[in-house]
């Protein structure tokens, strides 16, 4: 992606994985790498709501590439890199007329540090990321920050973790959202000794649109899904690996002043592939990482179509 993960980001994330590799204690180090693909269905009113001819894409391929790398320093303090790259398939016209208001891709590098003991995690999140969309002359192709706290507990076969934030975007036309706040919570169940895993994911936003704008549009976001994911009996460069089924459910909500709201929603399915090492089975790998950073990429690319 363009400046967000580029050679230098990447280079300044492994440079720093290397230096806290050496402050590590008797904890393992986790590194994950992932690989998926999946399909977004685009639904609600205010898709195309501009009237005929098509243009705004309903149905967009997905495929992406994720790293994970947490590392213990001493006694209870984590440190954990995350870098997400997406890109899309779709066509790039309908009835002659460019693909208008679509995700195309997205890229972020995101940090986090905090404290880990025995039943769980609290810390603080980082992290920057791009936006692009459809649209060829690139002005609803945005850049984001994102920053919060976060943490998780654990009792027996179950882990509950919550996040609280804020993301921003910009973009040179404003359809993007910006100064969103959110809250997320992740539910997690263990079966067959950490083999298999079942993930619940509520997330709730409120921010604005068109900020350039007398009176800034209204933005809801409520995101919530599941994911199943099991082991396989395969080890793979001496890492363990699992499979995984995905589905989210986005819908975004834009009041504009005089109390209209276009709505629009994300029905989104993935499969993927996991490689990880320092953990043994899917349990560990939790309880010896911070929960994942929400997919804000996703409420970003999707929010220009209620414009």
Same mark, same amino acid.
């Given at each position: ?7 230098? %980001?990447c /280079?300044v994330?492994? $440079? /720093?994985?290397e230096?806290?590799? +050496?402050?590590?204690? $008797? &904890?393992?180090?986790?590194f994950e ?6 399909q977004?269905? &685009? ?15 309903e149905?967009?391929?997905t ?19 995350e ?44 992290g920057?990321?791009?936006v692009?969309?459809?649209?060829? +002359?690139?002005?609803?192709d ?5 920053a919060?706290?976060g ?5 027996? +076969? ?8 804020q993301?921003?975007?910009? %973009? ?10 959110f809250?997320?919570?992740i539910?997690? &169940? ?8 079942? =993930?619940l +994911?509520?997330?709730? !936003?409120?921010?604005?649109?068109? %900020?350039?704008?007398?009176?800034p ?13 099991q ?8 890492? $363990? ?25 994300? =029905? ?7 490689? &990880?090492?320092? !953990? ?9 990482? /911070? ?5 804000? /990429?996703r409420w970003?690319? %999707? ?5």
């Amino acid at each position: 992606m363009k400046r967000i993960l580029g050679t230098a %980001a990447c /280079a300044v994330a492994l $440079t /720093a994985v290397e230096a806290m590799a +050496d402050s590590t204690a $008797t &904890r393992n180090m986790i590194f994950e790498g992932d690989l998926s693909f999946g399909q977004i269905s &685009r639904s609600g009113t205010a898709v195309n709501s501009s009237g005929s001819p098509l243009a705004e894409i309903e149905d967009v391929t997905t495929f992406a590439i994720s790293g994970l790398a947490a590392v213990p320093l001493g006694q209870n303090l984590l440190a954990q890199i995350e870098i997400d790259v997406e890109g899309t398939d779709y066509p790039s016209t309908v009835g002659g007329d460019e693909a208008n208001d679509t995700y195309d891709a997205s890229g972020n590098l995101g940090l986090q540090f905090g404290y880990q003991f025995n039943q769980g995690y609290v810390g603080g999140f980082a992290g920057v990321g791009e936006v692009d969309s459809s649209d060829t +002359d690139g002005e609803q192709d945005a850049d984001y920050t994102i920053a919060g706290l976060g943490g998780q507990w654990a009792t027996g +076969d179950w882990l509950l973790g919550a996040q609280v934030g804020q993301f921003d975007s910009e %973009a040179e036309d404003p359809e993007v959202p910006s100064d969103v706040t959110f809250g997320r919570i992740i539910g997690q &169940r263990f079966f067959n000794n950490g083999q298999s895993k079942l =993930l619940l +994911d509520v997330a709730f !936003a409120e921010g604005e649109q068109d %900020a350039d704008s007398d009176t800034p549009d209204e933005m809801e976001f409520t995101r919530y899904g599941m994911e199943f994911e099991q082991m396989l009996g395969i080890d793979m460069f001496g890492g $363990t690996t699992s499979v995984y089924g995905s589905a989210y459910h986005l819908d975004i909500a834009e009041t504009d002043e005089d109390g209209d709201i276009d709505r629009a929603n994300d =029905l989104s399915v993935g499969l993927g592939m996991r490689i &990880r090492f320092g !953990a043994s089975n899917l349990q560990d790998r939790a309880l010896g990482t /911070a929960p994942d950073l929400p997919d804000v /990429a996703r409420w970003i690319g %999707a929010t220009p179509v209620v414009d």
